[in-house]
């Protein structure tokens, strides 16, 4: 270790949301642990955000108050950029690229901004001859960016999964535990601040989408192809198919899912369904899970807050104490000019299916649904019809292994039999 | 990156037993995945193993054999020397001693070695400038050491916990599901080879004792303390505690512990109760589970195989990849010469308790069990009394939280009132 290596790491904060916040409470609470562990002091020179005056439940007076992110991003005081302001686009992205072109390295939460520009900005970076790290992008407190890119390193990695977006999962185990239909409990989620201001990011599958692209290109040393996530929110989740999955031994949950196929790079992210006795299966509340299966290692589950003050926080500081030892890794696991262009894929590989429709009170109604499944080369695992209730019987239906192509065709063919009452749904049955 | 960087990274291996060759497929299959994560080749120069002849299933030709391991240790060929040999003494901490004397970095696998001599090897590669890594010496493909130890390093580590030795939570679980008495599920897994050569390792919770000393230095900043641990196995885990701690709705794992107290460091590895349905209740067969508790992070839950071919060489592997990106890592999350000497503690942190015993067929028995609870300032949260089917009665007790020191003389007491058969049997509830 160089004397220049125990000269303090002068940290610049830009953004001082919940994130921020906590980042700046355990550089001050823990500054004795921090040095030990890092060999050398951690320090925050200065800081940003939007509103100087906003009170932050913290001591900011010791650090300089740069003007503007871009400002900050430039500034002679720091030798490291924190960029936790969030969009992927305006002064989050111009004052990261100033930043690297400035010679500083870069920590960021901002999956937004990685899953539209992580390659060029990687690029940038290596141009530069800096680094950027990103733990807290994903899955917040749980250590899946240093599990993919450094402990699986010795593993072709077959696929990547997860639940990480705590929000959905948070709607969808309340829908299940409380009996409550979807707009009731999105708007109980509204009134607890777990929503983001956009709430289609949430509950479209838009910033969990974020997160699957991430997690792609370091599990297949591909491009980022955020554009080529299959996303599906769960706001066409019903209660009633929550509670016939869980008659089923199922449960929903918005499941990512990248995988490497002979026809290219699948990723999804969409409502599934998984055995409820899974690890996937069990996860209540907010909580993340990201697995990971490895030809060497096999599967990794990884289980953890992925939101909230102290978790996130504690992944940015997984970043700098990693800067401050003098550790220099490559963005996405190998050099972004190493990355190759994926084929982009639609989903092909065969899973079984849960299919939910109402039949109408007619003599052969169920032959014809049947028929319909059958003619589309689909088998038929296991069957429930319920009781004609308000004049339509429910059925469930569990395929065996089917195409996703197959499956369209025949939920496109079911309304045709004139023997179903509204739409058809159909839910993908993940192998976890 | 400099020239000398894109040399290949030459490692020495010592010990070809199912790691050793797991290690070698992996960088003989993903030589390129390697060279592009690493930033450079990853060669084995020389091996070396007791018997040179047996047949390994892998091929060896174009590596030196090397007479002995600390020859190999010692050889100009290598730039890492790979410890996978096993024991805590002789060859392998010869030999591991000379790789850091003669400038060589170290990876190993050996956890008796760090539990007994880590502190000490610790300092003589920061002496000598080397590193010695891991990974695959806790909880095997399970990123548990590179997540404590970067992951986390912006917390205060209140808690660790696991289940670290698949052989004894295979032996818990297979006589729980087939109803079968421990001596003859021991007995399955010695026929399976899923037993030490010293059986004691495994089932007297040695093997995981020497993980948790590991996990708890790297935990609380303390020198390694392996002669703390209170270790006690799973021997004494009879068929029907198991079945009667289902009843209440616990599972028995072999749990490690350790925590930082007031009065000092606890680590004990003992058989205790958890709720079934938390994550280490849940864990089945031979895979493991490391959980963490960190002051900002809140609980991070691991879970993977912990033991094998390929989720070894997985661990093994991480660490090459770590040294050949010339990552220079303190041996335990800081450097060795900063570890302060832990207070040890026996543990005193109250808990829950679970008492069978059982009871003669007298008038008034349970009375003077509960009155001996009550002496000992024990209150009793459930209780079940099972009918009196060979003369005795079998009760069930579960405690509000108490302390060891009351059980440990409650314990003694029973018997003195003459109403017991047998000895008690209590088992501690962890709180996980």
Same mark, same amino acid.
């Given at each position: 270790?160089?004397?220049?290596?125990?000269?303090?790491? =002068?940290?610049?904060?830009?953004?001082?949301?919940?994130?921020?916040?906590?980042?700046?409470?355990?550089?001050?609470?823990?500054?004795?642990?921090?040095?030990?562990?890092?060999?050398?002091?951690? %320090?925050?020179?200065?800081?940003?955000? !939007?509103?100087?005056? *906003?009170?932050?439940?913290?001591?900011?007076?010791?650090?300089?108050?740069?003007?503007?992110?871009?400002?900050?991003?430039?500034?002679?005081?720091?030798?490291?950029?924190?960029?936790?302001?969030?969009?992927?686009?305006?002064?989050?992205?111009?004052?990261?690229?100033?930043?690297?072109?400035?010679? *500083?390295?870069?920590?960021?939460?901002?999956?937004?901004?990685?899953?539209?520009?992580?390659?060029?900005?990687?690029?940038?970076?290596?141009?530069?001859?800096?680094?950027?790290?990103?733990?807290?992008?994903?899955?917040?407190?749980?250590?899946?960016?240093?599990?993919?890119?450094?402990?699986?390193?010795?593993?072709?990695?077959?696929?990547?999964?997860?639940?990480?977006?705590?929000?959905?999962?948070?709607?969808?185990?309340?829908? +299940?535990?409380?009996?409550?239909?979807?707009?009731?409990?999105?708007?109980?989620? !509204?009134?607890?601040?777990? #929503?983001?201001?956009?709430?289609?990011?949430?509950?479209?599958?838009? $910033? %969990?989408?974020?997160?699957?692209?991430?997690?792609?290109?370091?599990?297949?040393?591909?491009?980022?192809?955020? $554009?080529?996530? +299959?996303?599906?929110?769960?706001? !066409?989740?019903?209660?009633? $198919?929550?509670?016939?999955? %869980?008659?089923?031994?199922?449960?929903? *949950?918005?499941?990512?899912?990248?995988?490497?196929?002979?026809?290219?790079?699948?990723?999804?992210?969409?409502?599934?369904?998984?055995?409820?006795?899974?690890?996937?299966?069990?996860?209540?509340?907010?909580?993340?899970?990201?697995?990971?299966?490895?030809?060497?290692?096999?599967?990794?589950? #990884?289980?953890?807050?992925?939101?909230?003050?102290? &978790?996130?926080?504690?992944?940015?500081?997984?970043?700098?104490?990693?800067?401050?030892?003098?550790?220099?890794?490559?963005?996405?696991?190998?050099?972004?000019?190493?990355?190759?262009?994926?084929?982009?894929?639609?989903?092909?590989?065969?899973?079984?299916?849960?299919? =939910? #429709?109402?039949?109408?009170?007619?003599?052969?109604? #169920?032959?014809?649904?049947?028929?319909?499944?059958?003619?589309?080369?689909?088998?038929?695992?296991?069957?429930?019809?319920?009781?004609?209730?308000?004049?339509?019987?429910?059925?469930?239906?569990?395929?065996?292994?089917?195409?996703?192509?197959?499956?369209?065709?025949?939920?496109?063919?079911? &309304?045709?039999?004139?023997?179903?009452?509204?739409?058809?749904?159909?839910? =993908?049955?993940?192998?976890?």
């Amino acid at each position: 270790m160089t004397a220049a290596d125990t000269q303090p790491l =002068r940290l610049g904060i830009a953004g001082l949301g919940t994130v921020g916040a906590g980042v700046v409470k355990i550089i001050q609470r823990h500054a004795d642990l921090l040095a030990a562990r890092s060999g050398r002091p951690i %320090a925050i020179t200065a800081v940003t955000a !939007r509103d100087k005056l *906003k009170n932050r439940d913290v001591d900011l007076s010791s650090y300089h108050w740069a003007a503007d992110p871009l400002a900050l991003a430039q500034s002679d005081e720091i030798d490291v950029f924190v960029e936790l302001m969030g969009g992927h686009e305006g002064a989050a992205r111009e004052a990261t690229e100033a930043a690297l072109r400035a010679g *500083k390295d870069v920590i960021t939460a901002n999956k937004a901004l990685l899953a539209h520009h992580g390659h060029e900005l990687a690029r940038l970076a290596e141009d530069n001859g800096r680094v950027i790290r990103f733990e807290a992008a994903v899955a917040g407190g749980i250590p899946v960016i240093k599990t993919m890119t450094e402990s699986l390193a010795g593993n072709a990695i077959r696929r990547v999964m997860g639940v990480m977006n705590g929000t959905c999962n948070y709607i969808l185990t309340r829908m +299940e535990s409380a009996g409550l239909p979807y707009e009731t409990v999105f708007e109980e989620a !509204r009134q607890l601040g777990y #929503l983001e201001a956009d709430p289609t990011l949430d509950v479209g599958g838009i $910033d %969990a989408g974020h997160k699957l692209a991430i997690l792609s290109a370091i599990a297949f040393g591909t491009e980022m192809n955020f $554009d080529a996530v +299959e996303i599906e929110g769960i706001e !066409r989740v019903s209660i009633d $198919d929550i509670n016939r999955a %869980a008659d089923m031994g199922y449960k929903i *949950k918005l499941l990512g899912v990248a995988q490497m196929t002979a026809r290219g790079l699948e990723q999804r992210m969409s409502p599934c369904l998984v055995p409820a006795d899974s690890p996937l299966g069990q996860l209540q509340g907010g909580t993340n899970m990201v697995v990971v299966e490895g030809d060497a290692v096999g599967q990794i589950v #990884l289980r953890g807050a992925g939101a909230g003050e102290g &978790p996130t926080a504690s992944a940015v500081m997984s970043d700098v104490v990693e800067i401050a030892r003098g550790v220099r890794l490559p963005t996405f696991g190998q050099p972004a000019s190493g990355l190759a262009r994926a084929q982009a894929a639609r989903t092909a590989v065969p899973a079984a299916y849960y299919i =939910r #429709l109402h039949l109408a009170d007619k003599p052969g109604a #169920l032959a014809k649904v049947a028929s319909v499944l059958g003619d589309a080369g689909i088998s038929i695992d296991r069957m429930r019809q319920y009781g004609h209730g308000d004049g339509t019987a429910p059925v469930l239906i569990v395929t065996h292994k089917t195409t996703p192509e197959a499956v369209d065709h025949a939920i496109a063919e079911l &309304p045709k039999t004139g023997v179903i009452v509204g739409e058809p749904v159909e839910l =993908r049955i993940e192998e976890v």
